[in-house]
């Protein structure tokens, strides 16, 4: 089991930057991989888009097309905790942010994972 807390969110005009952290407790081998999904709407049924991820083992990033260049995911391993560095944010950015964990990249790539609670961040144009 992991519990995951993240923090960071707010509301930003577009250009501006915020940085969201994620925060994993319990068994460290279920977070192996740790990452950020986002969703715009709460509606039933909407699907949370991937934003980015990271592979603690061999600390490999990646990203989604839509924000490559300008997000920046990071880890602190003593601490079990993800950044997620935002920069040049603009308006359609604007989502409920999730971080993710999975102890294999099966999981992972099944969207088999633990999630947070979420952080709001909201760019205005």
């Not at 993240?6 to 279920?30: D, F, I, N, P, W």
């Not at 990203?63 to 995911?73: N, P």
Request: hydrophobic content about 35%.
């Amino acid at each position: 089991q992991v519990q995951l807390v993240e923090s960071g969110g707010g509301s930003v005009q577009a250009g501006g930057s915020l940085r969201l952290s994620c925060a994993a407790s319990g068994s460290t081998s279920s977070s192996a991989y740790m990452g950020w999904f986002r969703q715009d709407r709460q509606d039933l049924g909407e699907v949370r888009e991937y934003v980015a991820h990271i592979d603690f083992l061999f600390n490999g990033t990646y990203y989604a097309d839509a924000v490559k260049g300008r997000f920046t995911i990071s880890r602190d391993n003593a601490e079990n905790t993800v950044y997620l560095q935002m920069n040049s944010l603009k308006p359609e950015d604007t989502a409920m942010y999730y971080c993710a964990a999975a102890s294999t990249l099966v999981d992972w790539a099944r969207n088999n994972v633990y999630w947070g609670q979420g952080t709001q961040v909201t760019v205005s144009s």
